[in-house]
């Protein structure tokens, strides 16, 4: 594990959802669509029905590029720096500032076999954010569940081993795959083990089968907290 040190910046309390998604696409005249390796076919937008996969509060599953087109448009809109977080960026605020070894969601920030069985066992699908786990001790929801989530990073095996620059890193340059984070549902053990970055295939752009949320990327207070 190598120390590094990150300028400020926020990270959005929640995975993006269907919903969100889907108002980034009629806004900017793209087809809301739904789609496998092979075709992709029209879908209503804006989904009610809480068991139908594309419900307006479940995480949206989409491409790398869709997530940071997104997160950029958001940024247009809002008049913020709004991006992918980084891989560093992400897992400084799943493991709560960089102070636990694990990145899974307790009632009381303890890492517990009883809360990983209680809430982990059995589960396989995607569900409305925020509903199967408690926030984070930094107040982020579904940090070690309810997917995978796109990072910025182009992955390597060796660019965090022999780049000397510990202050906000990046990750490469330029790369063939980029790095998803998280502790996905399908296992029931704790992210200690589960917290180096994850591979997709070599075929990246066509993946969209993963999470994401956007960062505020401003080293500044953006607003000063109330008294």
């Known amino acids: 594990m190598k120390p590094v040190t990150l300028s400020n910046y926020s990270l959005s309390q929640h995975k993006t959802t269907w919903g969100d998604f889907d108002t980034y ?22 989904e009610k029905d809480p068991a139908n996969e594309f419900f307006i509060d479940k995480p949206a599953l989409v491409t790398w590029q869709e997530a940071k087109d997104y997160c950029q448009w958001l940024g247009a809109q809002t008049d913020l720096p709004l991006d992918l977080p980084t891989s560093a960026q992400w897992e400084f605020a799943a493991r709560n500032r960089g102070s636990q070894e694990w990145i899974f969601s307790t009632h009381d920030g303890k890492e ?111 607003r000063q907290a109330e008294p």
């Open 112 to 222: 517990t076999s009883r809360d990983i069985k209680a809430h982990m066992y059995g589960r396989d699908k995607y569900v409305t954010i925020g509903s199967r786990l408690p926030a984070n001790p930094l107040g982020l929801y579904d940090m070690a569940d309810n997917g995978k989530e796109w990072v910025n990073d182009w992955f390597s095996e060796t660019w965090y081993r022999e780049n000397p620059k510990v202050t906000d890193p990046q990750g490469p340059a330029e790369g063939t795959r980029k790095v998803i984070r998280n502790l996905d549902f399908s296992f029931s053990r704790t992210g200690m083990s589960e917290s180096a970055p994850s591979l997709v295939n070599e075929n990246w752009d066509s993946v969209a089968e993963y999470t994401f949320r956007c960062a505020l990327q401003s080293s500044s207070l953006l």
């Open 25 to 46: 696409l009629l806004t900017n005249g793209i087809e809301v669509f739904e789609r496998n390796y092979q075709d992709k076919w029209a879908r209503e937008p804006f």
